[in-house]
């Protein structure tokens, strides 16, 4: 997990560092800091304190935090410029999260935003609220390798987040815009629940729900305006499942 050969870069920043040793190859890692950072490949994750214990198989937070994924993390297919994440989705929660190497799970409140091009002109600007958010991986992130593991044991291909699900109160305000920041639309959607499911670049959401939407006619800039919220007229409320 933390050896020259792991998928993703990793350094650890903070105040204070605990390391016991469980065995040779395995330990409880405990880190304090205002606030305390482990980098990951690209991205980060911020508290003022996190632990790790390989002998559990589990990262875990008691305490609101921040998470920005690593771009190695995310499903870049495909790479024709049509499909592209601009800035990555951050997660900012309020209580605790844990992460057992397959699914993480965020709790006390979320909230999350990214940027998306998914096509050749066009940007979407996201931020979503809810209650939890989880994370399931495409395969599981080991902690430590196997006893007597070899590198032609490890696997080849580098985990993938295969799933985001926002579970709870969930409100989604999303604005489309060209490359240049011109907007083109805003939605809010509000719905109890909706998965993003990230190789197939698809959202699913569960009901009943509604969406408000807005065209924009003008060519204000997000960078010369407040981005607030889709405050059209009602567009759509549908009960039972909302895709």
Not at 157 to 165: A, G, L, M
Request: hydrophobic share 40%; glycine share 8%; aromatic share 8%.
């Amino acid at each position: 997990f933390v050896s020259a050969e792991s998928p993703w870069p990793l350094s650890a920043t903070g105040d204070k560092l605990v390391i016991q040793s469980e065995s040779s190859d395995r330990s409880n890692v405990y880190l304090v800091g205002q606030p305390a950072k482990i980098a990951v490949g690209s991205g980060w994750v911020v508290a003022n304190e996190l632990q790790l214990s390989q002998n559990d198989q589990l990262f875990w937070i008691n305490h609101p935090g921040e998470l920005v994924l690593p771009q190695e993390a995310l499903s870049q297919e495909p790479n024709d410029g049509t499909w592209a994440w601009r800035s990555p989705p951050r997660i900012q929660w309020g209580e605790r999260m844990t992460f057992d190497g397959r699914n993480a799970r965020f709790g006390g409140g979320v909230i999350l935003d990214c940027r998306l091009q998914t096509d050749a002109t066009t940007l979407w600007h996201l931020l979503a609220n809810a209650r939890t958010l989880t994370l399931d991986m495409s395969q599981r992130v080991p902690f430590q390798l196997p006893t007597g593991a070899t590198k032609s044991q490890r696997s080849v291909s580098k985990p993938e987040v295969q799933v985001v699900r926002l579970d709870g109160d969930v409100d989604i305000k999303a604005v489309q815009t060209d490359l240049a920041g011109v907007r083109k639309s805003a939605e809010n959607f509000v719905l109890p629940r909706l998965e993003f499911q990230v190789p197939a670049k698809t959202f699913i959401g569960y009901g009943p729900g509604q969406l408000w939407s807005r065209r924009f006619a003008n060519t204000s800039s997000l960078a010369t305006t407040v981005p607030g919220l889709a405050s059209g007229p009602l567009t759509a409320s549908q009960a039972g499942n909302n895709s």
